[in-house]
């Protein structure tokens, strides 16, 4: 049922209408900048980068200082032993791209480059490689680490198991999300001496 409206309503009802259009106008207009603010927020939060929070093996949250430890090196080598030396033809670019998280800023070309012939080596001929490792022994003081392990690699249906030996000179950098311990490799000699 429509109301019939007289003209002594009429300017009643348009300044109704002008208050509730304007209400709408605040309403529309705050919504817009609390939604600007939180979609600046997100981009900024978004590119800004995870935190790097290094924890203890008890699962407290490890006091971070200058001091560089054995564990700290060895849980280091480790990590980059299972991104260098673990692949198959699928999965070595993106296990090499992470291992470079732990070679010198400086070295990564060079690194680079003598990838490039493994990782082409290993799609021609459909290589896999796995290494277990044995033993890491660290000398601290003259930054060195060295690594015995056990490497399998796969040449189609053959598989050849070999005693990897790999000794690595070290340098102390800034951690990243890769490498949380800061410490990378400068040089990586195989055979060890």
Known sequence: MLKKLSLKEYPKVVTDLATQNHFLKILTYSLLGIFSVVLISMIF??????????????????KIGNNVTESHVKAAVQEYVNYRYNWNNKTIDKNLKFSEGFVF????????????????FVK???????????????DLKNKVAILTADRIN????????????VKFQLKLDDPTAINPWGIYISKELEGGD
């Open 124 to 138: 021609d001929k459909n290589v896999n490689q796995r290494v277990y490792p044995q033993t890491i022994d660290v």
């Open 154 to 165: 796969e040449f189609d249906s053959l598989k050849a198991a070999t005693i990897l030996k």
């Open 105 to 120: 800023s400086s070295l990564l070309d060079s690194f680079r480059k003598s990838m490039a012939e493994v990782k082409k």
């Open 45 to 62: 939060l978004l590119n800004r980068g995870p935190d790097v929070i290094a924890l203890e093996t008890s699962g407290a949250v490890a």
